[in-house]
Every structure is written in C-alpha cells, then in structure tokens.
C-alpha cells in the first residue's frame, strides 16, 4: 500500500529532526485540494481529519459543519440526495464563498483587501490553528514539530499567519508542493531495498 506524501514527509521531518520516524512525534498538515490535520506518533498516523466531512473546510469542501443544520437542508425539499452531497463535496468551502477553486486567486482577493475574501481567510487560518491544537492534545502536547505541505503551503504569509496560533506547540517545518511522484519512488525504492514490506489487500 503507498504510504502517501504525507507520511514520506514526516520521515523527512523526523531525519531533519535527527529522529527517527518511530520515536517522532509530528503534526502534519496538507494544505491542497484537500486540507487533513493528521498525528503522528510511534510510527503510525493514530488520527487525521477527513476533508471530506470534518476539519477545516478546503478549496471545495465544507469540512466539519453543524449536523442540525446539514439535517434541515437534508429534509428541506430543495436538494436531492446527489446535490447535498456535491454541496459537502465539491461545491462547498472556498469554492462556495468566493466562487473560486484556486487559492492563489483567493490571496490575490485578500491582498486586495476585498472583505468577503478577507473573512473567509481568516476563517480558514483560524480553523486549521484549531485542528493543529486538537492533535497536539491527541499527542498530549509533545510534539517535536509540526510540518507543513501541499500546494497552498507555497503562500509564505498563509503560513505565517497560521504560525501566530501554534508556533508555541512545536517547531515549524514547511515542504511546500504535492511531493506524490517523489513519495511514491521513496516507497517503491524502500520496497527494492527490503526496508518496507508491501501489504497486499484483497476483497473477500
């Protein structure tokens, strides 16, 4: 099973770190298409949020929102099954509040000082500081560093400004990028090697 960039950066982090990545104790933070706010520790990622129905919101996605009110809409008359869910997923988030999926457009609007864009990145820095602050409880708060990556994670002020909330939790490291090509060949380069052992899944 590939391990994913998430998880190939953690590795990084923890060498840089001069651990290793069974005794690191990390945050990490993809900032993409998708944002997920993930522990880990002893090796292991012992908790993530899902883009898709809770954490913070993302470029197209609602994250975690109130149940009551998805509940009242769910039940209004007004939406299919098909169109909530492409609400949630896919027509949520930025996408719905600033009818953009690219972020660079977003901090353009911010930088603009336009008010609505403005408001709706301080929300989105204010939720991810929140869920970096639930997995620094998860790790009890020891957490050797918390690492940044992904596409968004490129915008050097977006950092920053997530920084004011958690610099005090941990050390900061940022890989800004996807990194899927690189994680991948370190995986199948760690398979050649005998250093990991591919997991094979079968339906039964």
Do not use: W
């Not at 975690?64 to 949520?92: H, P, Q, W």
Request: some cysteine.
């Amino acid at each position: 099973m590939f391990a994913g960039p998430e998880k190939c950066l953690a590795k990084q982090a923890a060498a840089e770190l001069g651990l290793s990545y069974k005794s690191a104790r990390l945050i990490v933070v993809h900032l993409g298409g998708g944002i997920s706010v993930a522990a880990h520790r002893d090796g292991l990622i012992v908790d993530t949020s899902d883009p898709r129905g809770e954490g913070p919101f993302c470029m197209d996605r609602c994250g975690g929102i109130s149940t009551l009110e998805v509940a009242k809409l769910c039940f209004s008359g007004k939406y299919s099954k098909d169109e909530m869910l492409r609400i949630i997923n896919g027509n949520g988030g930025i996408a719905a509040y600033l009818n953009t999926r690219d972020f660079f457009e977003v901090m353009k609007m911010y930088n603009d000082k336009d008010p609505k864009a403005v408001a709706v990145y301080n929300a989105l820095v204010y939720q991810i500081a929140k869920e970096i602050g639930a997995m620094a409880a998860i790790l009890k708060g020891k957490v050797d560093a918390i690492v940044f990556t992904g596409g968004m994670a490129r915008e050097a002020c977006f950092i920053e400004d997530i920084k004011e909330y958690i610099n005090y939790l941990a050390k900061v490291l940022c890989y800004p990028g996807e990194f899927e090509l690189e994680a991948l060949v370190a995986y199948i380069n760690g398979v050649q090697n005998g250093e990991i052992k591919p997991q094979i899944y079968t339906e039964k």
